[in-house]
C-alpha cells in the first residue's frame, strides 16, 4: 500500500510540475487564477499500465485541477502516514562548488576557547596574606604552610579546565585581591 502511495504521490508531483512549467510559460497579460486550477492532460507517449485499476487510478488523477491534486497528495500523505522527504534542488552543483570555499573560510576562524587555566603571575607583596587564604580556599586539599609555598613559586595554575565564567569570575576576584592572574 505504501508503494502505491508513493508512486501517486511521484505522479502528482510530475503531473504538478508540468502544470507549473506550463503557467511559468504563459504570457504576462493572460495569467490569472484560473490558469493555476487549470487540468493537465497527460501524455499521449506514456506506455498503457499492466493494471487496468491503476489505468482508471491514472486516468482520475489526470483529469483533477492542480488544487484538486495537491489536494489528493495532502490527503493521502496524512492518510497512508507518509513523512515529508526534502527533494534535492535542480540548482545542487552551484551551491557544492562554493561549499569547500566557504569551508576554508570557518576553518581559518579561531575556534573561541571555552576552557581555561587559571596562573598566578605575580602578585602585590602587601596583599599576600589575602592571596594566600584565598588560594588555600580554592584549592581544599592545601594546608595553609602549603598554600604559602605555591603563592611564593609564582607563576603557577590555580586551577585547570575551568569554564569561561567561572574563570573570569574567580579571576576578578583575585585580581581585587592584588594578584595578577593570567588565563590561558
Known sequence: MAQLASRYSTLLC????LASARIALAPLASR???LATESVSSSPTAPPPSDPRIGRIVDDISGLTLLQAA???TLLKSRL?????AMPAASAAAPTAAAPAEEAAVEEKPKEKTIFNLKLQSFDAAAKP??????KALIPNLTLIDAKKFVESVPQVLKENMPKEDADKLKEVLEKLGAVVVLE
Not at 502516514?81 to 522527504?85: A, D, F, G, Y
Not at 589575602?130 to 588560594?135: D, G, N, S
Open 32 to 34: 490569472s487564477r484560473w
Open 14 to 17: 510530475s503531473s504538478s510540475r
Open 71 to 73: 489536494d489528493l497528495v
Open 130 to 135: 589575602k592571596i594566600i587564604r584565598e588560594v
Open 81 to 85: 502516514n507518509i513523512q515529508e522527504i
